[in-house]
């Protein structure tokens, strides 16, 4: 089947647990990261040509791929460090304006969180993104609310973010399991 014909049902498959790294050259103040599916990640300082990268912090995360139950298109999200949901932390954010315009519409924000620094990294595209909200809503328990997805790239600094991480598949669910 087509792709453009088809009805996307979604499920994760490739699930890998790990960590985002973040990490910041002490020479020139560059942010940059990485997922690693190692249970202990190594944090320590390293040199790596002009930059010496110390680690500034270590978030619980998971990785994945979305595949289609119906067509079996496969989206590979190599691309996908994470995800986070955003906090509405400042007014003054793209992501916090955004997150206070879909208040009323009962959705909760959610960001594709992509590598640093994202002048250097290969970017998710609207598509995927799409793929993502698709997904999630398709698993929604609720008709009430719904699920939007942003880049990360409306993030300005994300050193001001207190966005949280999503760190496992059940945190994935967005109601309370059956009991």
């Known amino acids: 089947m087509q792709e453009g014909k088809c009805l996307h049902q979604w499920e994760m498959t490739n699930v890998q647990p790990g960590f985002i790294i973040t990490e910041k050259c002490a020479h020139c103040k560059i942010i940059s990261t990485y997922f690693s599916n190692e249970q202990r990640p190594p944090l320590e300082e390293y040199r790596e040509g002009d930059h010496f990268w110390n680690v500034m912090e270590s978030a619980q995360s998971i ?14 999200y190599t691309e996908l460090c994470g995800i986070m949901l955003c906090t509405g932390c400042s007014e003054e954010c793209k992501l916090g304006k955004i997150m206070k315009q879909l208040e009323n519409e009962r959705t909760w924000l959610y960001v594709a969180f992509g590598f640093l620094p994202v002048y250097k990294k290969k970017k998710l595209s609207d598509k995927k ?7 999630f809503n398709q698993r929604r328990k609720s008709t009430v609310s719904h699920v939007k997805f942003v880049s990360h790239e409306l993030i300005d600094d994300i050193a001001d973010c207190y966005g949280e991480v999503i760190k496992d598949i059940g945190m994935l669910e967005l109601a309370a399991p059956d009991q």
């Open 63 to 76: 990785r994945f791929d979305l595949k289609c139950h119906n067509c079996d298109l496969l989206v590979e």
């Open 129 to 135: 993104i799409l793929y993502l909200e698709d997904y």
